[in-house]
Structure formats: structure tokens, C-alpha cells
């Protein structure tokens, strides 16, 4: 049914549509003009969607952004015909078979035949009339897994991009909405929502050589100084209703090395969670009798299902992949050995993927009070230094980086795989190589707190710190060059 409100939109998009039929003729002439700011636009597209799959872009301009993601299938939506020709004019099927343009309101994008891994609104968001119908619409394209990337001209910018427009130094688009990072996240809660990852870019959009990309670089993650960014970005997830957890499967992955005197307890105290529980032990080269120690825990426990595999000796993050390639079950899970996190734990963990809230789970042991000897004291302080750090790198906050025992969905796995190729595979314990992962992704990630308790039998694989901390050093530049400073 035709309201006042519905004749009032259709105003407003008249007059976008207008404005965007005069730019059309010199719309590439802009873009010729101001390659390196175009540029570095798709460049911190590409980082923050490092696998697109099945694209649409909403407001997709002459369809530069979608074609450089170079997504499995695109489709790219614009109000103005004209600007639709252009596109379909710069992107022809015969070079991109995968990509299409259709003239179409971004009000009406729920008709489309989704649903897409990631929804694209660059620069065009501040010109939809109406923002909540916009992601009512948005919601009904997306999975669990849909990522919604957009970027807006900084709120705090607005005087300074006005005149660059008078004065011809950029194209005057027709803004409507000046949005604030609250008002963002205000707009997608209304809707359910979350931003998962935000943050600003392209400092300079001019090419300065040498000094330009270093400053675009490192400035936009400066405190104060990042405010003076062209552009604000924000990455956000879709409603993900909860799941039964009596519904869900789960594998426990428990690396050992050494570990004989802890087996049998193992086995008594690890909960059976949800629909089924599978345990996978990995026996990591162990020089005592680990693996007769499983194999006989195997014979003991015949009603539970018990796996025995064989870690490389390269480490406790190259066991647990060894592990996990045995898995079958809908959750991953990761216990050590020495049980300094309670078994009893697990099943809290589990029921935070299981309610939606959390895509990757990570135990923090720095919540409660530790048992004396259960950390040294080094230890705790170097924990606490690398937390901080990591909170900064990811934009998500991290208080434990190294706590052994972490969750993931199984559907979820293989982006922590790809990352750790992406991140160079440096990290030997795995743990870096999981929550670097997740920032990656942008998998939403929550810290469930644990109890820390000294171990109940044999000795800490966590010795040689300056050189474990030299390790973790490194990872964090890694990640300091490859997942913020685009």
C-alpha cells in the first residue's frame, strides 16, 4: 500500500537518481583523476573481505569495488540506469562472466535471489533515505555467515569533503546522511546487527610517493590522529539465532606430549556434551607412555568415542591440526593435557557458540584468581602486555592470548587454516594461529573466563620465555602488517 513516507522515499531516490544521471558522463574522468584514492579503497576492501564468495553490492557505482574482489558471483545494484549502462559498459560479461548490474533501489534488494557471503555498501549508505528498511531488507539475503563491509566518508570530515566538492577537487555527491560510528551501530542494532570490526583508513588520498603509503599505513591506527581519515569502515554480522546444544556435536582435541600420569583423569572428567562427544587425543612424539596409556583408556572406556592419532612433534599448534583432521563432529574444541583448565569447563564454552553470541570462543585465565604456581609471574605479566597488544591489533578485545583451550564452530575451521598460511605459520602453539584467524574472518569472538589451576602431574611445555616472547613478538608484527596497516 502507497503512503505519504512511501512517496516521500521515492522523492529522494528521484533525486539521487538525477544527480547520479549528470555525474554519469564524467564519472570515469574522476576516477582517472584520483587512481591512488580508488585504489587504496579496494585495497582495504580486499583486506577486510579476504574471501567475498557470493557478493552484492549495494550502490555499486561503475562497479570498480565489486570487480576487484573478484567474488565467486557479484551483483551490483544501483538507482540510476545511466550509471548501471556505465558499469555493465567498464565490466563486460565476456571479461566477467561472474559479475552482473542491475538497475535497482537498494529498498527493494530483498527481492534479489540470495543469500550472499558478503554485502557490500561503499560510499553509498549515506544515500539511502531510509537506513532501518535498508537492513530489514539486507537481513532477509544474509546467512549466519554473511558479512555486511561499509564504508562512509568521516562524520568529522564533513566541512572539509564539502569543500573539496565546490571547489571541483572531488565529485559532490549527493549526501544525505552524515553518520557517526555510533549512529552506525545504533542503525544495525535496530535490526540485530552487530559490528564485529571498525576502524578508518586513507589518511592522504592524494599519491605521495614514499611518505603517502606510510602515513595511509600507520596514521589511521593512531589515537586522535585516526580521526583525520577520509573514510570509516565498519564490518558487521546478521542475527544469528541460537541452537540447542543437545543438538550439537562435539570434538575435543587434547594434544600431549608426556602426558601419561594425566590420561586416566582425562577420560574421568571430560563432560559428554551435547548430542555426542568424541575425544581426539594426538600423542605428539612422546618419549614415556602416553599412547599405551590412551590405547589402554580406549579399553577401559568401550561406551565413549575415543581417538588415538600422531602429532609431528612439531609443536602444539601442529598437533591439534592433526587432530582436528580427524574430527567429525559440528564443534571443535581444544584441552590441554595438564589440566590447568578444568574439563568442567567445557560445556560453557560449547553453550557460548551454540547461543549465537560468539563465533570463536576463546578461555581467558585471567578473569579469576590463579591457584599459586599455576603461572609464573613473568608469565602472567607477559600475558597481560600481549593482551593489550592483540586488543589493539584485532579491535576486538582480548584479555588472554595463550590460554590453551578455545571453540569453534567446524564450519569455521578452514578460515583458521588459510589464515595461518596468510600469516606466514610462524606460531608454534596454534593459539595466535586461531584468534588471528578469527580477526581475519571477522568472526565475532568472546573470551569465556576459566579457572587457572597448577597441573596435576608432569611438567610445562611453556619454558625458554625470551625466546617464546620474541616468537609472539613477531607474530604480532605480522599481524600489525597484514590484518590493521593496510
Not at 561499509?150 to 564539502?162: E, F, G, K, S, V
Not at 600420569?261 to 548430542?275: D, K, T
Not at 599405551?292 to 583408556?297: F, G, Q
Not at 590453551?404 to 600469516?423: N, S, V
Request: glycine residues 8%; aromatic residues 10%; positive net charge.
Amino acid at each position: 500500500m502507497n503512503t505519504e513516507k512511501d512517496a516521500y522515499l521515492r522523492a529522494k531516490e528521484a533525486e539521487i537518481c538525477a544527480y547520479y544521471r549528470g555525474l554519469a558522463p564524467h564519472y570515469e574522468a574522476w576516477m582517472r583523476r584520483w587512481p591512488y584514492y580508488y585504489r587504496r579503497k579496494q585495497e582495504l576492501l580486499q583486506r577486510l573481505i579476504p574471501r567475498p564468495g557470493r557478493v552484492l553490492d549495494i550502490g555499486c557505482g561503475l562497479g570498480q569495488n565489486l570487480a576487484g574482489l573478484r567474488p565467486e558471483y557479484g551483483i551490483g545494484i544501483d538507482v540510476c540506469p545511466e550509471i548501471v549502462e556505465a558499469a555493465r559498459r567498464l565490466h563486460p560479461a565476456a571479461a566477467h562472466p561472474n559479475i552482473e548490474f542491475r538497475c535497482m533501489s537498494a529498498l527493494a534488494c530483498g527481492q534479489l535471489e540470495g543469500p550472499f557471503d558478503t554485502i557490500l555498501l561503499a560510499n553509498s549508505i549515506t544515500e539511502i533515505p531510509d537506513l532501518s528498511a535498508l537492513f530489514e531488507q539486507i537481513a532477509r539475503l544474509c546467512t549466519p555467515g554473511t558479512r555486511i563491509v561499509q564504508t562512509t566518508y568521516n562524520y568529522a570530515l564533513a566541512p572539509a569533503i564539502r569543500l573539496a566538492g565546490r571547489m571541483r577537487l572531488a565529485p559532490r555527491h549527493p549526501v544525505q546522511n552524515w553518520l557517526t560510528r555510533a549512529d552506525l551501530a545504533n542503525l544495525a542494532a535496530l535490526t540485530g546487527f552487530e559490528v564485529v570490526r571498525d576502524g578508518f583508513a586513507i589518511t592522504f588520498p592524494f599519491n605521495i610517493p614514499v611518505i603517502g603509503p606510510l602515513l595511509n599505513r600507520y596514521m589511521p591506527l593512531l589515537p586522535v590522529l585516526r580521526y583525520g581519515a577520509v573514510l570509516y569502515y565498519s564490518v558487521m554480522r546478521p542475527p544469528r539465532p541460537p541452537v540447542r546444544l543437545e543438538d550439537c556435536s562435539v570434538s575435543v582435541c587434547v594434544p600431549c606430549k608426556n602426558e601419561s600420569g594425566n590420561i586416566a583423569g582425562l577420560l574421568e572428567r571430560i563432560p559428554e556434551i551435547g548430542a555426542g562427544t568424541e575425544i581426539i587425543f594426538v600423542d605428539d612424539q612422546s618419549t614415556d607412555d602416553t599412547a599405551a596409556k590412551i590405547a589402554e583408556s580406549q579399553r577401559n572406556h568401550p561406551g565413549r568415542a575415543i581417538k588415538l592419532t600422531t602429532g609431528p612433534g612439531q609443536g602444539k599448534g601442529a598437533a591439534c591440526r592433526a587432530g582436528f583432521a580427524e574430527a567429525t563432529h559440528d564443534m571443535l574444541l581444544i584441552l590441554d593435557a595438564d589440566m590447568t583448565v578444568m574439563p568442567e569447563d567445557l560445556p560453557g564454552f560449547c553453550a557460548a557458540l551454540a547461543s549465537g553470541r560468539a563465533e570463536f570462543v576463546n578461555g581467558s585465565r585471567l578473569v579469576y584468581p590463579m591457584e599459586q604456581g599455576a603461572m609464573r609471574f613473568f608469565n602472567v605479566l607477559g600475558n597481560k602486555a600481549f593482551a593489550m597488544l592483540f586488543s589493539f591489533l584485532l579491535s576486538q578485545p582480548i584479555k588472554d592470548t595463550l590460554c590453551g583451550t578455545k571453540a569453534i564452530w567446524r564450519r569455521d575451521y578452514e578460515k583458521i587454516l588459510e589464515a595461518r598460511a596468510h600469516f606466514g605459520g610462524v606460531d608454534r602453539w596454534g593459539d595466535y594461529d586461531w584468534i588471528f584467524g578469527a580477526a581475519r574472518h571477522n568472526l565475532k569472538i568472546i573470551e569465556y573466563p576459566v579457572h587457572y589451576r597448577e597441573r596435576v602431574a608432569g611438567e610445562t611445555k611453556m619454558t625458554k620465555r625470551l625466546r617464546n616472547a620474541w616468537t609472539m613478538l613477531r607474530m604480532c608484527l605480522v599481524a600489525l602488517r597484514k590484518l590493521r596497516a593496510v
